[in-house]
């Protein structure tokens, strides 16, 4: 069990900066440290995520305590606001039901169900105190036994007021719907030629070593390698409890400062490549109809053995109405291209849908791919300095070849990214409370 503390980051543009800080216990999932099966690769699409608002570099100045945040007028403002609100639903529900439209029942209902969680821990809250405060009026009984016990209540008091104030705080921070998702990993070599391909090898075995890590499922739907044995384009099929909410945040540019193995003076060179993380839907919640699709064959091109150039296995399939496309040319069957093709396909256009949705909520938020270019970096991989830091939040760790196995470090990073984007969820509520005052 870790504790999680969140410290000040940048929100919306022009909006004032709110320090927070979120206390919430993190159970660890199970890890199952099965040896990595396949290599796998990935490749670059945009793709929908919760956003950091944040366009620059963040460095955590300040972290504030629970019961600092719990000295918010604004946290207490929006609690209330909440109380009220379930009390106005079971009001509704207990003296109108027999009146109100289904709709409206079912609203209420909905309502309550998402409230009550949060109401219980307040009354909880509210009733811990209340006894925290009849245990300091015993202490000063001067009765020695009574004082003792009356202390090691107290103890116990405190304890339970804190573990129930980080509960509420967890209880604020709105689940995403995708988040329960499994997804589509890809892969891109950017700028810096085969360097840039060996690097996108490397990080593509990072997250096949973490999804091992984690007990994940790791199928690889496409690689296209280079000559050196790096990697142009690769995708790969995750699935396992939370693992688009852990993965997410690890989408955009990434960029190594290393001196190449192709390099013979012994320059340090920079080069990126590109994550995507797209969450893969399934049958019922997301459809395409097969009058929108064009589905082209053509021969394989590049390694893959006798059967290239030889069989038309290679698909293409062309969303008609969006210009989205998808190919797979892994396979010497022309069936299961097509099948890897649909999945990619799907997943690229449920993206997209997201991505809408989600920028109708962070209007500054950023496309996770952009141009591909060094500037556009999420993270550096610094081999010289033996560091790796990650540029949206301003946390460095160091060992590369550790992160790079893809376990330890790099869950600490992402745990921290987590951390960073639900601080920024309960900013965004305290924010908005305190301007509907």
């Not at 949060?118 to 300091?136: A, F, H, N, R, S």
């Not at 209540?153 to 967890?170: F, G, M, N, T, V």
């Not at 075995?205 to 390698?225: P, Q, T």
């Not at 099929?237 to 909410?245: A, D, H, L, T, V």
């Amino acid at each position: 069990m870790a504790v999680v503390c969140f410290g000040k980051s940048l929100s919306r543009a022009g909006r004032q900066l709110l320090n927070v800080t979120v206390f919430r216990s993190i159970t660890r999932a199970s890890v199952c440290r099965c040896p990595a099966i396949h290599r796998t690769v990935i490749s670059t699409i945009p793709h929908a995520q919760r956003a950091f608002h944040a366009s620059q570099p963040v460095m955590v100045t300040k972290i504030l305590s629970v019961e600092e945040i719990f000295n918010k007028k604004a946290l207490h403002d929006y609690l209330k606001k909440k109380e009220m609100e379930y009390n106005s639903c079971l009001q509704s529900l207990n003296t109108e039901s027999q009146t109100l439209d289904d709709e409206h029942v079912k609203m209420n209902r909905n309502n309550l169900s998402v409230l009550g969680p949060l109401v219980q821990k307040i009354k909880e809250l509210e009733e811990k105190q209340k006894e925290l405060e009849d245990t300091l009026d015993l202490l000063k009984d001067n009765d020695p036994e009574l004082h003792e016990l009356a202390e090691s209540e107290k103890e116990a008091c405190l304890a339970a007021i804190q573990d129930l104030r980080q509960q509420i705080l967890s209880l604020l921070i709105p689940e995403e719907e995708s988040d329960m998702s499994d997804l589509v990993l890809e892969v891109t070599a950017g700028v810096g030629g085969q360097e840039a391909m060996l690097f996108t090898a490397e990080i593509f075995d990072m997250y096949h070593n973490f999804a091992a890590f984690h007990g994940w499922g790791f199928d690889i739907l496409e690689v296209m390698s280079s000559e050196l044995g790096g990697i142009r384009r690769a995708a790969a099929s995750i699935s396992g409890p939370f693992s688009y909410k852990k993965l997410k945040f690890e989408a955009g540019v990434h960029r190594v400062q290393r001196v190449p193995k192709t390099e013979s003076k012994g320059r340090i060179h920079t080069s990126t490549m590109t994550v995507a993380i797209l969450p893969q839907p399934t049958e019922i919640s997301f459809t395409i109809s097969p009058k929108d699709l064009r589905i082209e064959t053509k021969r394989a091109s590049g390694a893959g053995g006798q059967h290239v150039n030889t069989t038309d296995s290679a698909v293409r399939i062309v969303h008609l109405p969006t210009g989205t496309v998808a190919e797979c040319q892994q396979e010497r069957s022309q069936i299961k291209n097509k099948e890897t093709a649909m999945t990619l396909l799907r997943a690229k256009l449920f993206s997209a849908r997201l991505e809408e949705e989600t920028s109708k909520r962070y209007l500054a938020r950023k496309l996770q791919i952009g141009s591909r270019g060094r500037s556009e970096k999420i993270r550096t991989y610094n081999f010289s300095q033996d560091r790796i830091t990650d540029h949206r939040i301003g946390k460095t760790v160091h060992d590369v070849h550790g992160f790079l196995q893809g376990e330890e470090l790099l869950e600490e990073m992402i745990v921290f990214l987590q951390q960073f984007s639900e601080q920024e969820s309960l900013m965004d509520i305290l924010q908005d409370c305190d301007q509907n005052q």
